[in-house]
């Protein structure tokens, strides 16, 4: 039980005295609970010594002075409209648990105050309850104690360490003596903060910190240490500490030395952990994360609460560079990372746009911090606290290097991952990193090169390590046509990798190695690629499960992967390329296209690529298969895929519908749906887009790799009189027939806009009635069906006026920024539209567009006669562009009673269609990656 359960409420616990957006951190904070509930790694433990003549119901009493002192201490989080939110309450219940130790034998008594300070350190905090904050004290001796404090990261920070101490220490001494705190009035509260940083994130100096950020992490690796062991499916916090205090006299000479080169402490500490981390790790760019105080108003100084923010810092490091040139350029890289640090790591994330993996840190999987500790030493009345070493209640990072400096001497830490990490190398890096400093401090102007003789670590690590070979084994198993996989290197020192093929094994089996050969190739670097790959029905192994090394046979030579999906020439015709560019150009309205132009990255989108392939009908006389612009979105790309030997795309072997797709039996469809494969994942759950494939093509690129993405749309569907009178139930029949999803269960998510949502919570119905689990089903501006006519005429006429007003601003607004022409201003309008067909029928609704007008209706008038059912069990995610009210968040679209009552509704930038590009489909990807890291097929 934790110290917040079950235990009286406080008068004014549930009144509710402000209401604040989130910050960043605390945002990324409330997204990590969401997928770990109660998550020890985002726990801050704080352990003080107290010596001296101290009362415990003094200290106690200190501690519910400084709860009504800051509103943080008493906030909570709750979600309002798909969104969390921080509520500050009037008041909560505070107690400090006594466990006296005196009683435990003395050379017992650390084992206990360890044991009792990892315990209390990892007990989980509801996020709902107000007072994220806990503290226990240990009696050692009669004037000897230590305090325990944890608190959630939602709440403190490093720097409210400092604060937290010297007001208990004040206030307690006051207690104590009788007399007035000296404690200032504080001017903020965190909630104003909050407040600040969501109007500054709509400023223009936050422009100028993303084109900061924007160019310092263009095209940067992803860097990290080769684990011991093989990366699971997700990320884990166990972890553990090793720990060396530095020689009194050696933290002396490292500030010394700082002080000597012009830099600050920080900045000499990163040059020698970057410098080590090159050396260890044989790789020229290094990257991690380390945080900083975020108080840059003396007003903020005095709050407890959560302003760290996380910065990433990036370093170009050559053997040939002197240890102090590097250290100038480690400053200067700091330097300038400080000058930005408004920008919140969160929207880093998000402005970066990483492809997301549930098993790493995003942007940065080491972190690196140096500081002084936060609490000074100090006696306050009859008492004194002093600053100890905490538990670590979990780790966030694969490694993360800590040094403290203390009164008695400069602490280093390597703090690691248990599941990826052995001991012996965690206290490998913690030997490396303080030969390191013996390095620097020796000749500063020694070449980082020379590292190799001083510090004696290995001078060529991956030949040593068996990650890389770990890994390819891992990612073999992960794919659903492996069984079984090996790796094992011959006497050169060349790896070879054996693979047994899985029951029911679709593709043929004399193309597995090609196929496996280009999987790998998408996921490993040319040096950690196996130089061939053997295919045994069973690998050889003994009576202990152990390979049989010796009974496996010669290997395979790595054979030539996969051909493209689409047959072509080195090259196509110039004069063909140069006339499609003029297509793209005319199409784009753009002044020209090069050859390494993306259609998609020039504005290109559904309609766009539905006139553009109207136009080559014309010009070329032939028509493209969606996937080929999805696969080649280049214009010399698209052109070679075109006109290439074969102008018509070859099938591509692999199944055509994932995941791990079985043939079964089909009634004839009544719809003919296709299925557009945007991304084959490695994983066992595919997220399947309804319609507007191109739409959600760019999302397809930013979702976790596990899940495969799809596209099902009707664009060349017959809608005629004996389709026309078809039910919504037997439309979704057939697209749910499309998927191909076999009699093995499957974990799918489905994607629907305006009436498409309504489709897609039908074909939820059915695919759980066919024995398929369904992860989610989000809906984007799709009210239930029957909900808006229900409404009386008045409020009808008023909510259709609201729209048409709130239409014409927004289209205004972009014809007015240049983002739209006349032309698509004019067609966005029904009036405009009738004149455009009257006058200027040419410019007009295209054939494409068109249809696509055509299946929008034929589903529209299909969900007019359709009644919805509950979905009662199911994950429903509501979006809402800016076509829609407000109020459509709290009636959840009119789908209340049909669906979960909580079910989140979030905000999307842009007018429907308009909502899924730029921003909006960034949002989109981020909350669907969420959730499909959550549960969505990541086995969490």
Request: proline share 7%.
């Amino acid at each position: 039980m934790t110290d917040t359960e079950h235990r009286p409420l406080a008068e004014g616990a549930d009144e509710i005295i402000g209401e604040f957006p989130c910050t960043q951190t605390q945002l990324r904070c409330w997204f990590l609970d969401r997928l770990s509930p109660g998550n020890p790694a985002l726990n801050v433990a704080v352990r003080w010594e107290i010596r001296g003549d101290f009362k415990t119901e003094s200290i106690e009493t200190a501690f519910r002075q400084i709860i009504e002192r800051h509103e943080i201490l008493r906030t909570r989080f709750v979600e309002t409209g798909g969104q969390p939110v921080q509520q500050v309450v009037r008041a909560v219940s505070f107690r400090m648990p006594v466990i006296d130790l005196r009683h435990v034998p003395a050379d017992q008594r650390a084992a206990r105050v360890q044991s009792i300070s990892r315990e209390t350190a990892a007990a989980p905090f509801d996020l709902g309850q107000a007072g994220l904050f806990r503290v226990t004290l240990l009696m050692v001796e009669n004037r000897r104690g230590f305090i325990l404090i944890t608190a959630h990261q939602s709440c403190f920070d490093g720097w409210s360490i400092r604060v937290l101490g010297r007001e208990l220490g004040e206030l307690a001494a006051a207690i104590d003596a009788g007399r007035p705190a000296q404690l200032p009035e504080l001017a903020l509260q965190y909630g104003d903060f909050a407040l600040w940083q969501d109007e500054y994130r709509n400023s223009y100096g936050f422009e100028t910190e993303k084109t900061y950020w924007r160019e310092q992490l263009r095209d940067a690796p992803y860097f990290e240490i080769p684990p011991d062991r093989p990366r699971g499916r997700v990320k884990t916090s166990r972890g553990e500490i090793l720990s060396a205090v530095l020689p009194m006299e050696l933290g002396e000479r490292i500030e010394a030395a700082a002080r000597a080169q012009h830099v600050s402490l920080f900045s000499y500490g990163a040059a020698v952990i970057s410098a080590a981390l090159h050396h260890y790790s044989g790789s020229r760019e290094i990257l991690f994360g380390t945080q900083i105080a975020g108080r840059e108003d003396v007003d903020l100084e005095s709050l407890i609460g959560v302003f760290i923010n996380n910065l990433v810092l990036r370093f170009d490091i050559a053997d040939d560079l002197s240890f102090a040139d590097h250290l100038a350029r480690v400053s200067a890289t700091v330097g300038a990372a400080l000058n930005h640090q408004k920008m919140p790591f969160n929207n880093l994330v998000e402005l970066v746009n990483p492809a997301r993996d549930p098993s790493r840190n995003p942007l940065v999987s080491l972190n690196f911090n140096q500081q002084k500790a936060f609490l000074e030493d100090t006696r306050y009345g009859d008492f004194e606290l002093i600053s100890a070493p905490s538990q670590s209640p979990g780790v966030i990072y694969d490694l993360n290097f800590i040094m403290i400096g203390r009164p008695t001497g400069w602490r280093m830490s390597v703090e690691y991952n248990t599941d990826l990490f052995d001991e012996a190398t965690a206290q490998e890096l913690l030997d490396l990193w303080q030969k390191a400093y013996a390095f620097a401090l020796t000749d500063p102007q020694a070449k980082i090169g020379d590292m190799k003789g001083p510090v004696r670590a290995p001078a060529s690590p991956k030949e040593t390590r068996a990650e890389p070979d770990s890994r390819v084994e891992a990612l073999l198993l992960a794919h659903r046509d492996v069984a079984d996989a090996a790796v094992r290197r011959d006497a050169s020192g060349a790896s070879h990798a054996y693979a047994a093929p899985a029951a029911g094994l679709a593709t043929p089996l004399e193309t597995l190695p090609a196929h496996l050969t280009a999987y790998l190739a998408e996921r490993l670097t040319d040096d950690e690629m196996p130089a061939g790959i053997s295919i045994l029905l069973a690998l050889p192994r003994r009576a202990d499960g152990a390979l049989d090394d010796a009974a496996l046979p010669m290997p395979d030579p790595m054979p030539t992967p996969v051909a493209p999906p689409v047959a072509r020439k080195a090259s196509p015709p110039a004069d063909r390329e140069a006339e499609l560019g003029r297509v793209w150009a005319r199409v784009l309205d753009v002044p020209q296209v090069q050859g390494s132009d993306d259609f998609f990255a020039l504005g290109g989108h559904s309609l766009l690529a539905l006139r553009m392939f109207s136009a080559m009908r014309e010009t070329f006389g032939v028509q493209p298969d969606l996937a080929v612009l999805f696969k080649e979105p280049t214009l010399s790309g698209f052109a070679r895929a075109v006109f290439g030997e074969a102008e018509a795309p070859v099938a591509d072997p692999a199944p055509a519908a994932p995941p791990d797709v079985e043939t079964a039996e089909q009634t004839p469809a009544i719809i003919d749906w296709e299925t557009t494969i945007y991304r084959q994942g490695s994983g066992d759950c595919a997220i399947y887009t309804l319609n507007h494939p191109f739409l959600y093509y760019r999302m397809a690129k930013t979702l976790p790799g596990h899940a495969s993405v799809v596209n099902l749309h009707m664009f060349n569907a017959r809608i005629d009189a004996e389709t026309e009178n078809l039910s919504l139930e037997q439309i979704a029949g057939d697209a749910v027939d499309a998927m191909q999803l076999g009699d093995r269960p499957k974990t799918v998510a489905l994607v629907g806009l305006c009436v498409n949502g309504i489709l897609a919570a039908e074909m939820t119905r059915q695919i759980r009635l066919k024995g398929h689990d369904v992860s989610f089903v989000a809906l984007i501006d799709s009210w239930a069906p029957g909900y808006v006519r229900s409404q009386p005429r008045f409020t009808r006429w008023r909510w259709n006026t609201e729209k048409r007003a709130k239409r014409l601003l927004y289209f205004t607004g972009k014809l007015a920024r240049g983002r739209i022409s006349m032309m698509a201003y004019l067609k966005e309008f029904s009036f405009s539209l009738k004149l455009v067909e009257r006058f200027a029928p040419d410019r007009a609704l295209n054939p494409e567009e068109e249809a696509n007008e055509a299946v929008t209706q034929f589903l529209v008038r299909a969900a007019r006669r359709y009644t919805p059912r509950a979905l009662d069990g199911e994950t429903v995610l509501l979006f809402r562009s800016q076509a829609n009210h407000p109020r459509a968040k709290p009636l959840l679209f009119g789908w209340r009673g049909f669906v979960p009552d909580d079910s989140p509704v979030f905000d999307l930038r842009g007018w429907h269609e308009d909502s899924l590009s730029d921003s909006g489909i960034d949002k989109l990807s981020t909350v669907l990656g969420e959730r499909l890291e959550l549960g969505g097929g990541s086995e969490r």
